[in-house]
């Protein structure tokens, strides 16, 4: 993403926002509803499934934690995923 960061740097990220091409390891960009609507997130693909995909938001301190989101362009991950 061109010119997001200061002074004309870049966005370090690489985002794939096509979902019918989404594979395991793809960088999203996802949303989370409710009090956190609005926020952009970043996280990796750790399972892709036909209707959800499942994000790990690269917490070091919880590696295994995972939200389920909706499958589109920006996946959706309902609020109470969060912090569970």
Do not use: W
Not at 22 to 45: E, I, W
Not at 65 to 83: A, F, H, M, Q
């Amino acid at each position: 993403m061109l010119g997001m960061g200061a002074a004309g740097e870049d966005c370090p990220f690489q985002f794939n926002f096509d979902a019918a091409t989404f594979k395991v390891g793809d960088t999203v960009s996802y949303r989370v509803s409710g009090s956190l609507d609005g926020f952009p997130f970043v996280g990796t693909l750790t399972e892709v499934h036909e209707d959800y995909v499942l994000i790990s938001p690269g917490d070091p301190t919880k590696p295994q934690e995972t939200y389920r989101g909706t499958r589109e362009s920006r996946p959706l991950v309902d609020e109470s995923e969060i912090g569970s």
